[in-house]
Each structure stands twice: as C-alpha cells, then as structure tokens.
C-alpha cells in the first residue's frame, strides 16, 4: 500500500500484469526433490491418462516433481527465484535493499520504472508510459502468457485500486473481499 501511495504523489501510471501458471515456469533443481503424493480416486485418475505408471501396494502413486507445482511451500520461493533471474539478468532491474520483492529500472534519459512482485502478480508503475509498456512486451516475450491491466482501476491481491495521475491519488477498497470472507465463516459458523 506505501508503494501505491508513492505512485500517487509521484504521478505515476500504474499497470497489474498477472504470469498464468507461474509457478510451471520455475524448474526444480536437480539437487532438490518435489514430491506430489496421489492415492485414491486421483491416484487412479491419474493412471487413467498415463497409464505407464504404477501404484504401490497400498494404491498410493509418489511422482517428483519437474517444474513447480502450486501447493507445495517451495513452488512459491522457486517461482520467486524465476522471476528474479528474469527480472535482474534479462530486463536489467535492480532489487532494491530495502525490499526483496521491488525492483527499478533506470532508462537513458533517467526515467525510473518500479515492479512490485507478489509471487505471479506484479505491479508496475513509471511516470513515463514507454517505460511502461516495455515491460509487458518483455515479460510476454519470456512467459508467453500474461494478462495485463492498464486501466486506472484494477483488482490486485483482493484490492480493488483507482489511481487517479492527475490528482495524484490513489484509493483502495477490498469491500468484495470482506464480503465474501464474511459469507466464508458465515457457512461455517454452527447454527
């Protein structure tokens, strides 16, 4: 949120790009194994479309992992140091010192363009539109499938955030989130 409040009195333009299926771009290193345990009706599902594979004795099926897979604790930390390969060594941004997830990028002409990174969702903003778009160009041209929103308003982690440039504001609401949070514990809640 300080970082949004900074593009705010900074007037900077602000774009959410969201990497589908992130974590699948991240590979598993050698020296570090991911399991998946199935057992049951995925297990047998599973065998169904690959049937080269065998169950143990008690009907359990063990498979390691080539790419992260979304659920398991390290997928999110082996995305994150996707990601920062990519950022840092092919598009030339520097990690900041202060915080491990936002990096800047400074063009000839001494415009800065900022990314804030949490996990496959990234929040980019530069006073300078050029500046801006580069990175949707350069992220496709490595991750192939993004979205990206360019609109003053978009959904981000929950928070629906309006950046208004001119008047150099920025509000942030979750009333969706909190609403179907609350409708959550509601079903959960004994009668």
């Known amino acids: 949120m300080l970082c949004s409040l900074i593009d705010a009195i900074k007037g900077r333009e602000v774009i959410a790009i969201d990497i589908k299926g992130g974590f699948l771009k991240a590979k598993v290193p050698e020296d570090m194994e991911l399991i998946v345990k199935m057992d049951d009706e995925l297990a047998e599902l599973f065998l ?13 099926l063990y ?21 920062d390969n990519t950022l840092t060594e092919k598009m030339g941004f520097t990690r900041t010192s202060y915080d491990p997830c936002v990096y800047n990028r400074r063009n000839k002409l001494g415009e800065t ?4 990174t949490h996990v496959d969702d990234l929040k980019v903003s530069s006073k300078s539109r050029q500046c801006l778009d580069e990175v949707p160009s350069e992220l496709r041209s490595i991750y192939k499938d993004i979205t ?6 978009h959904d981000y982690l929950g928070m629906v955030m309006s950046h208004d440039k001119d008047k150099r504001q920025v509000s942030i609401k979750m009333d969706r989130y909190i609403k179907d949070t609350i409708e959550c514990f509601k079903e959960e809640l004994p009668e």
């Open 48 to 60: 169904e479309i690959n049937p080269k594979f065998k169950t143990k004795e008690n009907g359990e």
């Open 63 to 83: 498979l390691k992992c080539l790419k992260a897979l979304y659920g398991h604790i390290e997928a999110a930390r082996l995305f994150y140091d996707e990601l």
């Open 113 to 116: 363009t900022t990314v804030r």
């Open 148 to 153: 990206v929103t360019t609109e003053q308003t």
